[in-house]
């Protein structure tokens, strides 16, 4: 496995390649994207009756249950968007206009609510993941113009205090074919601690002189701002084991953590589908507790932290 900086200094050190952006072209293609060295694998510790390094299968609900009070130092939530074919965004059961896009329609049942369920449900795994949420803690929450502003509602109800709101641009999206509608490019990520007391971590030193480079809109050593550009391709050690349809690239998830969190601590994935968020964690030396109902993905998430060397 190679080691990103070094990789990525060979691309920028190429002398045919005059330009910045090609260079970092280059590092976007370059297949399989280069790694970063793997942190030791720490032991698993005991959180309540659950344990570190695992993704268990079945229900965040019932297994969060089990965890005690402000337990865990990050919570990285990527929850289903609710955008799926087939749903009911109207209370009335009526389909509304306007929910469509480029979006890749996900038919699945964990991605199928109506409007009030999905409410109902945002709210309450959010009131969970903040009574699991240490006062220094950060939680960060995946979305779209389908959900983000349920869950910054919700968060405003729970007094979860919003920190930032990430726009990941995608600069790779698919174009929207039909021609009638902007070509949907970016997703939402809500950046929030527990409310209360402002203890959360923020690794600013790190935001402003680490290493983006993969970011065309980060400029070095400058303060990160909140539009973010990150390549959605995954490399093919991310793809090996299986795919999911709402699959995160590894990169987003070492960058919130990076952010936000440090080596030893306990990053929790309440909805962790084949596991990106839990590798991320275990690259960056975290303890991480993964939950998933669908037995697939939970093999996916396993084969893939096994091949990334957690024992
Ligand atoms: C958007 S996907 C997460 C994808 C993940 N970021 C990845 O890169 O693989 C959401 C996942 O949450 C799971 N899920 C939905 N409701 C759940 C629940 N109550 N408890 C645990 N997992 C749940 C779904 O099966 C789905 O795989």
């Given amino acids: 496995m190679r080691n990103t900086k070094v990789a990525q200094a060979d691309i920028l050190t190429q002398p045919e390649l005059k330009t910045r952006s090609e260079k970092l072209r280059l590092v976007e293609s370059d297949t399989p ?10 032991e698993p510790i005991s959180v309540g009756k659950l344990k570190t390094q695992q993704v268990y299968h079945g229900n965040f ?19 289903p968007y609710n955008a799926s074919k087939g749903n009911s965004l109207s209370m009335e059961s009526q389909a509304l ?19 009030d369920e999905y409410f109902a449900f945002t709210l309450s795994w959010l009131r969970e993941a903040r009574r699991l949420l240490k ?19 919700a968060m ?6 919003m920190i930032n ?13 039909a021609g009638r509608r902007l070509t949907a490019s970016h997703e939402t990520i809500i950046w929030a601690h527990r409310g209360g007391k402002r203890e959360y971590r923020f690794n600013y030193e790190h935001s402003k002189s680490g290493d983006f480079l993969d970011d065309q809109l980060k400029a070095p050593g400058k303060q990160m701002r909140t539009v973010w550009d ?25 960058r919130l953590i ?33 939950f998933e109902t669908v037995a697939e993905y939970v093999d996916v998430a396993r084969k893939r932290l096994d091949a990334a060397g957690v024992e």
């Fill in 165 to 177: 709101e990430v726009i990941w641009y995608k600069r790779n999206s698919f174009p929207n074919l």
């Fill in 97 to 115: 206009p306007g929910t469509g896009g480029a979006w890749k329609k996900i038919a699945e049942v964990w991605d199928d609510m109506t409007l």
């Fill in 33 to 42: 994207f280069p790694m970063a060295p793997q942190k030791k694998c720490l």
């Fill in 61 to 79: 609900f019932e297994l969060a249950a089990s965890m005690p009070d402000q337990s865990v130092d990050i919570i990285i939530a990527d929850p």
């Fill in 230 to 254: 990150l390549p959605n391709n995954k490399p093919r050690e991310e793809l090996a084991y299986g795919k999911h349809p709402a699959q995160k690239p590894e990169r987003l998830g070492r």
């Fill in 258 to 290: 990076q952010l936000s969190s440090g080596p030893g601590e306990v990053c929790l994935v309440p909805f962790a589908g084949v596991g990106s968020e839990c590798v991320a964690a275990y690259r960056e030396g975290l303890h991480y507790i993964g």
């Fill in 135 to 153: 006062q220094t803690g950060s939680m960060w929450v995946h979305g779209t113009y389908h959900s983000a502003g349920i869950t910054n509602v």
């Fill in 156 to 161: 405003q109800m729970l007094q979860i205090e």
